[in-house]
């Protein structure tokens, strides 16, 4: 197709119903297909991938689903996020860590609707229980907004369960540990839309503990935050990553923000090495 670049169009960050997306695994593949996307990541909050990784054909067209998750931790105090790669199926022992990671999140929902107290909010539902639906903070906002204590998911974030409220606990889980347990997992790891202080302040720690990317290209960053963002990755011996962070609640159609693989090298390399 004319203007395509051989390297094939990547978005490696996308959510789905199973934690804070609005669509259906099976329906995000079937539109990223259509939006001529060729490489994406399914990389629910704690949760492995909900379909099998490996090449669909979707109305003639290939698509490629990689292995992923993304990954709550905290480093200095900050919750950050972690974006995990497999250029397969991720195994059952990264599986079983997520699982341990969503039940920890029905638990901090509970707290958070406990110190909201509030009616009507609902209880987490069976799926989370079981750790195979992450829960996140738009649950519990979007919760509020059916009980009638806010009129919009924002407002209820604004009033209730924004972090300076305070009412929904912190992760336990540390971004160095989320690392280990990824890497140990034969996962490729990538430090999600890190905030510019918190790069130049921790970027050192996390390369030491095994991180091999920064989330780079993403949308919405300038040309000059890109630069600097590679040049940083450069400096640490890390490659970059990129994705959308799509969500599908207020974003722009998909495909719209694609990386071209040839910007991906280091990346590609590493999945390939993976395998
Ligand atoms: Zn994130
Ligand atoms: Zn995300």
């Known amino acids: 197709m004319a203007g395509r670049s051989s390297g094939g169009r990547h978005d490696l960050h996308l959510h789905t ?38 090449e669909y054909v979707i109305h003639d067209h290939a698509i ?43 638990r901090r929902y509970e707290a958070g609707r406990r110190a909201l107290d509030l009616p009507g909010v609902p209880d987490p539902d069976t799926s989370a229980r079981r750790g195979e639906r992450a829960l996140t903070r738009h649950h519990l906002a979007r919760g509020l907004v059916e009980a009638g204590h806010a009129t919009s998911v924002s407002e209820a974030f604004r009033r209730f369960t924004g972090d300076r409220h305070g009412n929904v606990p912190k992760v336990s889980l540390s971004l160095v540990e989320a690392i280990q347990v990824a890497k140990s997992a034969g ?18 720690d996390l390369v ?11 949308p919405g960053m300038s040309t000059r935050e890109r630069r600097e963002t590679r040049a940083l990755a450069r400096r640490h011996g890390v490659f970059v990553t990129g994705g959308s962070d799509w ?13 071209d693989g040839a910007d991906l090298e280091g990346f590609r390399t590493a999945l390939a090495e993976a395998a």
């Open 17 to 54: 119903v199973r934690s804070d997306g609005r669509l259906e695994p099976e329906e995000l593949l079937v539109r990223c297909a259509r939006a001529g996307l060729d490489v994406i990541a399914m990389t629910d909050h704690d949760l492995a991938s909900p379909l099998a990784a490996g």
């Open 64 to 106: 490629r689903l990689l292995g992923g998750a993304e990954v709550s931790g905290v480093h200095a105090g900050q919750e950050f996020h972690l974006l995990v790669y497999f250029p397969h199926d991720p195994p059952p022992t990264f599986r079983a860590f997520c699982a341990t990671r969503c039940k920890e999140r029905v």
């Open 187 to 204: 996962g490729v790891t990538s430090w999600a839309h890190p905030p510019a202080a918190a790069l130049r302040a921790h970027l050192g």
């Open 208 to 218: 030491d503990a095994g991180l091999d990317a920064i989330e780079a290209l993403r």
């Open 247 to 259: 969500h599908g609640w207020k974003d722009p159609e998909l495909g719209l923000f694609a990386i």
